[in-house]
């Protein structure tokens, strides 16, 4: 019993010991405190430079804002260019196919029937020219997407 009493005194010792260390660490370091440049100015200044600093940052947001949609801009355009590119390197190598007569519908018909159709006749409802339509080249393209 007087062994636990004994490591029970000791004990309390220690903790006031070590609460005392503290306690002194605590002032040291309270006493060797160098304020920053910015605590040292007073509130005004303080909220005067936070604005300025805050309008700088937002110019330069923008300006960053500005030079990031150019450049999406530019590869916007390009992607442009090369798809049209593409499409009319596609369609310099597309064949047409025999027209068959325009129906009632603006958009022409292309003709299924492999070619039975006469293509010397000069009746008026033929077309007589074999360039090929823009529903022409918008289909070839779709189908070679679709493989």
Same mark, same amino acid.
Do not use: C, H, L
């Given at each position: 019993m007087a062994d636990s009493q004994m490591n029970l005194q000791e004990n309390a010792e220690l903790i006031q010991r070590y609460l005392l260390h503290l306690r002194l660490r605590k002032e040291e370091a309270d006493r060797s405190y160098i304020p920053t440049p910015w605590e040292e100015l007073s509130e005004e200044e303080q909220l005067l430079l936070a604005t300025y600093h805050a309008h700088i940052h937002q110019e330069e947001d923008l300006d960053q804002q500005i030079k990031f949609r150019g450049f999406l801009r530019e590869i916007r355009e390009k992607n442009t260019q090369l798809c049209r590119k593409r499409y009319l390197d596609k369609m310099s190598t597309f064949e047409t196919g025999?027209?068959?007569?325009?129906?009632?519908? #603006? /958009?022409?018909?292309?003709? &299924?029937?492999?070619?039975?159709?006469? #293509? /010397?006749?000069?009746?008026? &409802?033929?077309?007589?020219?074999?360039? #090929?339509?823009q529903l022409q080249r918008d289909l070839a393209a779709a189908k070679e997407l679709q493989t």
């Open positions: 025999v027209i068959r007569q325009e129906r009632a519908s #603006p /958009t022409p018909s292309i003709d &299924t029937d492999n070619g039975s159709s006469d #293509p /010397t006749d000069k009746s008026p &409802t033929t077309q007589t020219y074999e360039a #090929p339509s």
